[in-house]
């Protein structure tokens, strides 16, 4: 089992930009892709981006294309999703998750932070 925990959350104006984390520990080995998650009030949970644990292939949603960027630092067991050019309808509570493949059937999830971006 991988245990995963967010931070970095917070406001931030349209325009700015935010850099939240997820530590990982556990059973890490067993970890193949780490995504990130997101889902506004009223809303299905919507994938942002995956990155390869080992490889470091990084996988985007549409939506989000050209202004985040996933990252890991496998030293510290960490992954980091650098946001740029943050909109209103970026707002949500994301969601770090750790599973088999890139946009499904992820397995283990941290508690979500709040990323809110006041226009």
């Known amino acids: 089992q991988v245990q995963l925990v967010e931070s970095g959350g917070g406001l931030v104006q349209a325009g700015g930009s935010l850099r939240p984390s997820c530590a990982v520990s556990?059973?890490?080995?067993?970890?193949?892709?780490m995504g990130w998650f997101r889902q506004a009030p009223g809303k299905e949970r919507d994938f942002v981006a995956a990155i390869h644990w080992i490889g470091g292939m990084t996988y985007y949603g549409d939506s989000v294309k050209g202004r985040f960027t996933i990252s890991r630092d496998n030293a510290r067991n960490t992954v980091y999703l650098q946001m740029n050019s943050l909109k209103s309808e970026d707002t949500a509570v994301y969601y770090c998750a750790a599973g088999p493949r890139v946009q499904e059937s992820y397995i283990s999830w941290g508690q979500g932070t709040q990323v809110t971006v006041s226009s």
């Open positions: 556990g059973r890490t080995f067993l970890t193949t892709y």
